[in-house]
């Protein structure tokens, strides 16, 4: 326990949960369980990354691929949506649409031009008015090779850079940076064609395409899309070997039942990952940066709540470890914002009531996300509680000072600070005095006094008499200043 212990208010989430019996950590299951939240962002049916790894090994099987490259291939599955969410913010500002929805049904069109026009009409602003829809349509028919490429781009090369992070191997990173090419070479961002497309790639495009077509068709469905695209979208040796598997009834069972411990045990036999605390750290690092990606209003939020957290969890004497602890929630209170819409987080001005709904339930998402992975379940209802209040006005539970644990109020302190520090689709960022003055209005209401405090002596530490002057673009040591709805 830390010198201070005596006078933090609440309990402890920390304390209560660290005797518990470790369990041992296996990077598989981290990312199994992670990979769920990637698929929220996509807009596909839970479980999709794992199903894609399913598939994807089956075929990797058939292909008879050597023991290394199996385990590249078991990882290039699972993550090959890392880079999901950067790309969400441009959807929606482009197709004036639903980035969640639209990534969904966009994973449907096969390629040609009839059924992009289709689909640009029957997809673009369906919200909006006729004059916005008209110039919305007619920028992506002028623009639509360009414009799709970019969001492509922005997205492998996105997902390459966290795999990076993640501690994949280059051909895994490889895997993920070129997912979307094509046999022909007609796909993006490279146009790259036949066999200089990575065996990771062109194995899991298969995996993805049978997985959305079983999801809505059934396995006859997903079967006629394969074989129609062999040869322009697929390379015909992984289309001949996916259909070998396909007269197996085993690889449709594993796609109805619960496919998570299925592919669990498929694992170890791959690879060894040690999952320390170091490599702990690695993966919240690398999820916080999907999560900042997702709009930009909130790049760089998580790293900076992080940042303010651990200021104060420093100040009122936190143990290094504790301190660790706190950062990781920090990192991940966010994640259950890869659930909602760009339309609704990026939108200027007040929020619809449905929309406010829909805001208020990402707590609630990052907690349920955090509680399926072994290794962050503890933090789960501290990340879930960054929106709470002392007065019980917080959501989405309404708890009240007695009931939080202290570390979710150094949380809420630090998101709110960042929040008002940092600039907003609808107002710019405010100044440290104004931020800090609203903070302090709300001292035993929102936020506990001693927090509060320790956040502004941890600022004026770090930036002395000037701090009145800076940013949060400074405050956060360079990181880019922008928004958070917190
Ligand atoms: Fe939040
Ligand atoms: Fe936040």
């Known amino acids: ?36 939240a990637i698929d929220m962002t996509e807009g596909q049916p839970p479980g999709h990354s794992v199903r894609c790894c399913w598939i ?9 691929l050597s023991e290394p490259q199996m385990a590249d291939l078991y990882y290039t599955l699972l993550m090959k949506d890392l880079g999901c969410s950067s790309n969400a913010a441009r959807i929606c500002a482009l ?4 980035d969640i929805t639209f990534k969904h049904d966009f994973k449907k069109i096969d390629g040609s031009l009839n059924a992009a026009l289709q689909f640009v009409f029957q997809k673009t602003g369906l919200q909006s008015g006729l004059s916005e829809r008209i110039r919305a349509t007619l920028n992506i028919l002028r623009n639509g090779g360009q414009i799709s490429r970019e969001l492509i781009e922005t997205r492998c090369h996105q997902g390459a850079d966290i795999a990076a992070k993640l501690r994949f191997s280059r051909d895994v990173q490889d895997g993920i940076r070129s997912l979307d090419e094509h046999w022909n070479g007609n796909g993006k961002p490279e146009g790259v064609a036949g066999r200089d497309i990575s065996i990771l790639s062109r194995i899991a495009l298969v995996a993805q395409v049978v997985d959305v077509f079983f999801q809505d068709g059934g396995a006859q469905a997903s079967c006629a899309e394969i074989s ?6 697929f390379d015909p040796d992984v289309v001949q070997a996916f259909e070998r598997c396909a007269d197996d009834q085993s690889l449709w069972e594993g796609l109805i039942t619960d496919t998570e411990p299925l592919i669990y045990a498929l694992a170890p036999r791959l690879s ?12 919240a690092q690398g999820f916080a940066d999907v999560i900042d990606a997702k709009s930009p209003f909130t790049a760089d939020h998580s790293r900076r709540v992080t940042l303010y957290a651990d200021m104060i969890a420093e100040q009122v ?6 301190r660790r602890w706190i950062r990781r929630a920090a990192l991940l209170h966010d994640i259950g914002k890869l659930a909602v819409s760009n ?11 449905e929309e406010w709904i829909s ?15 072994s290794a962050f379940r503890d933090i789960a209802p501290v990340a879930g509680a960054h929106h709470e209040r002392l007065d019980g006005k917080g959501y989405p539970k309404g708890q009240t000072e007695a009931t939080l644990p202290f570390e979710a109020m150094i949380l809420a302190t630090a998101d709110v600070y960042d929040a008002l520090s940092a600039d907003r689709p609808y107002r710019e960022a405010m100044s440290y005095d104004a931020a800090m003055g609203i903070l302090n209005a709300e001292l035993g209401a929102a936020h506990h006094p001693l927090f509060v405090q320790a956040l502004a002596n941890g600022l004026q530490l770090l930036a002395g008499p000037i701090m009145s002057e800076l940013s949060a673009q400074d405050v956060g040591g360079g990181l880019a200043t922008t928004n958070s709805s917190a």
């Open 1 to 36: 326990m830390n010198a201070h212990a005596s006078v933090l208010p609440g309990y402890s989430h920390y304390q209560a949960t660290r005797d518990a019996a470790r369990v041992p950590l296996h990077l598989h299951e981290i990312l199994g369980a992670l990979s769920h």
């Open 56 to 64: 994807g090994m089956k075929i990797g099987t058939q292909l008879g």
């Open 95 to 98: 197709y004036l649409a639903d």
């Open 228 to 233: 129609g695209r062999s040869g322009t979208w």
């Open 272 to 283: 060894a990952f040690a999952v320390d605390d170091d490599y702990l750290d690695d993966i």
């Open 317 to 322: 004497g936190l143990s290094a470890d504790h």
């Open 343 to 353: 339309q609704i987080l990026d939108k200027p001005g007040r929020p619809s009531e």
């Open 359 to 373: 805001i208020r339930a990402h707590p609630a998402h990052s907690e349920a996300i955090l509680a399926r992975v």
